[in-house]
Nanobody, 128 residues
């Protein structure tokens, strides 16, 4: 089992920044692909970003490309999401997830059903 715990959420004004972190524990593996998803009230869960095991390949949803940056530190078993230029539509609960399998495709990493472990989520609210 792998446990994932997110932190760093909060209230921020439009145009502001937040940095989310996800700490992994248990039977962790640096070979897992790590992803961030979000879910706004009344909406389906959506893919935000993902990073492969080496950190050399990253994937982003079009809605966050150029504003969000995903990174990982395998030595510390953490993955981070730096969010800049935040917009009200970024308001959601953000979830960290880990997947054991990885096919190297955008389709794979953006599909939530491919992830084996999920955190409990952290709330991000963008409002003035």
């Amino acid at each position: 089992q792998v446990q994932l715990v997110e932190s760093g959420g909060g209230l921020v004004q439009p145009g502001g920044s937040l940095r989310l972190s996800c700490a992994a524990s248990g039977r962790t593996s640096s070979t897992y692909v790590m992803g961030w998803f979000r879910q706004a009230p009344g909406k389906e869960r959506e893919f935000v970003a993902a990073i492969d095991w080496s950190g050399g390949r990253t994937y982003y949803a079009e809605s966050v490309k150029g504003r969000f940056t995903i990174s990982r530190n395998n030595a510390e078993n953490t993955v981070s999401l730096q969010m800049n230029s935040l917009k009200p539509e970024d308001t959601a609960v953000y979830y960290c997830a880990a997947a054991r399998g990885y096919t190297g495709t955008y389709f794979y990493v953006r599909t939530g059903d491919n992830y084996d472990y999920w955190g409990q989520g952290t709330q991000v609210t963008v409002s003035s």
